[in-house]
């Protein structure tokens, strides 16, 4: 039967709905007063300090659309199949599960799963790798690991189901931080997985944080007197609406294509094994279901970070850097390309150093994001400013990395997959393989992402050529120059 509605294990304490909707208010009305007061017309506008009230209103809009979805997004939870949430009496224990990046109750990968390994495929569940060593404190440290390991294994063989609270209460226990776990590198066979109970709720955050970024560059283009429009920041309407849906057509075709090419190379060169096809993690769980919240994660993850990266660190910047580059330069178009790879460097840098605690990454999954950050300035710029097919390209690129092709995508969990597969382990028999193919980051980590990226971009120029980007540069100059 599922629980009961209960409205405290739902509502937000009484000092998050304060933060949470105090916060913005005060911060629109200073954005409000700054930003409002007119500027001479041969003055040019701070876009340093538009990007920085954007930045403030984009976490504080997004912080409370976030607040109010979670309201939802957790008593669903506790109605889905397999769900164990704890309740909000125990607020560590439930944060600590909707901010987790990979749930250490679960059993996978699974006996069957394993059997269709090859045997140097096969390594141990109950002893980490040398580098996963426990460096804690004395012997204590040093032995936790493998018994929670095999505690949970000796649970998934045991017949008796207890009732559904002291189940929850059971697995949230193995799911608390030790010394142990938190200094276990990564998982023998890399991917990091969630209950789509906890996928949900983690869905809640990206599509507020979206919400967020939507409505503070609403806020920003109609409080200040500068005369930024969202056509600006790259959030064009054209009259017909088809244009904006071929643009994210072409957009996710080019994304998933070019993952679904470091696929089938992986797949190709050994360094990943297909086991299974249109599977959940916990097998009650339905398959249907938790892709939805997979594909609402990634909508909230592409709009949010288009719109913040590629929107105003790229699109204004442009305009911010040539205001000053003009003054350095006599040629208004050098001083307009300047002011180009300028913006290009601080967003990708920008979108690269967001992931740096990302699981598994590296220094190596840094620069390759470097890269994608110079791959999706390039979307914005050959379609002449606007933000949609980059934003289709992002959804394509983690939806079927993450969820199609059941590979990681940075690090995050994942629920289920349209193709179970498991990467090759560290194995005393065999090469390591893990810096081909990526590890627990996943491909973007790996040998292949700078091939696929040059790829994507070859394509989007195909597609989209080089006129809609010549005429954005043009006016980009005259935007400054045609100026009194």
């Known amino acids: 039967l599922a629980p009961p509605f ?18 913005p208010l005060h911060v629109t009305f200073l954005a409000w007063y700054m930003l409002s007061s007119s500027e001479p017309d041969n003055i040019t506008p701070s876009y340093l300090k538009l990007w920085c009230f954007y930045f403030v209103l984009d976490a504080t809009y997004g912080h409370l659309f976030h607040t109010l979805l979670l309201i939802p ?27 987790s990046s990979n749930d250490t109750s679960l059993e996978w990968p699974s006996a069957d799963a394993i059997a269709k390994l090859p045997s140097d495929w096969v390594v ?8 996963e060593k426990i460096s804690g404190d004395g012997d204590e440290g040093s032995n936790n690991a493998p018994k929670l390991i095999k505690k949970k294994r000796s649970k998934s063989k045991n017949n008796k189901k207890p009732n559904s609270s002291q189940q929850c209460k059971n697995t949230l226990s193995d799911q608390k931080p030790s010394a142990a776990t938190k200094n276990i590198a990564h998982q023998p066979y890399y991917l990091n997985h969630v209950r789509g109970s906890t996928r949900i709720r983690q869905a809640s955050q990206r599509i507020g944080a979206a919400m967020g970024s939507i409505l503070a560059s609403y806020m920003i283009c109609h409080l200040s007197a500068s005369k930024i429009t969202l056509e600006d920041v790259g959030l064009t309407l054209p009259s017909s609406y088809i244009l904006v849906v071929q643009d994210l057509a072409w957009g996710f075709s080019i994304g998933s294509s070019i993952v679904s090419i470091i696929f089938i190379m992986e797949v190709w060169l050994g360094w990943i094994k297909i086991v299974g096809f249109f599977q959940t993690v916990v097998p009650n769980e339905s398959f249907a279901i938790n892709f939805l919240w997979d594909v609402l994660f990634h909508v909230g993850v592409s ?11 790229f699109t204004l910047g442009c305009r911010g850097i040539l205001a000053m580059a003009l003054d350095w330069f006599e040629d208004s178009s050098n001083a307009a390309t300047f002011s180009i790879i300028a913006s290009i460097i601080l967003q990708s840098s920008l979108f690269s ?9 590296s220094y190596v999954s840094l620069l390759n994001l470097f890269l994608g950050g110079i791959a999706a300035s390039i979307n914005v710029m050959v379609t002449g400013g606007s933000l949609w097919l980059g934003i289709g390209w992002h959804f394509g690129w983690n939806i079927f990395m993450g969820h199609v092709l059941g590979r990681s995508t940075s690090g995050i969990p994942m629920s289920c997959a349209c193709t179970d597969v498991i990467p090759r382990p560290k194995s005393p028999h065999k090469k390591c393989v893990e810096n081909y193919h990526g590890g627990t980051f996943g491909p973007e980590q790996g040998v292949l992402a700078p091939l ?31 100026s009194p």
């Open 124 to 131: 141990s569940m109950d002893t980490p790798d040398k580098e």
């Open 73 to 99: 997004a957790r008593w669903i939870a506790r109605h889905l199949p397999g769900a164990l949430v704890p309740s909000s009496d125990e607020e560590i224990k439930l944060v600590e599960q909707e901010e």
């Open 452 to 482: 696929a990226y040059v790829i994507g971009i070859i394509l989007v120029i195909c597609v989209c050529g080089f006129d809609e980007m010549i005429v954005w540069r043009d006016g980009l100059v005259s935007s400054h120059t045609d």
């Open 6 to 23: 209960n409205r405290n294990d739902t509502m937000p304490t009484k000092t998050e709905w304060v933060v949470a909707i105090v916060l």
């Open 303 to 313: 709009i949010n970070e288009e719109v913040m990266l590629r929107g105003w660190m």
């Open 353 to 361: 150093f967001l992931h740096l605690h990302s699981p598994g990454s």
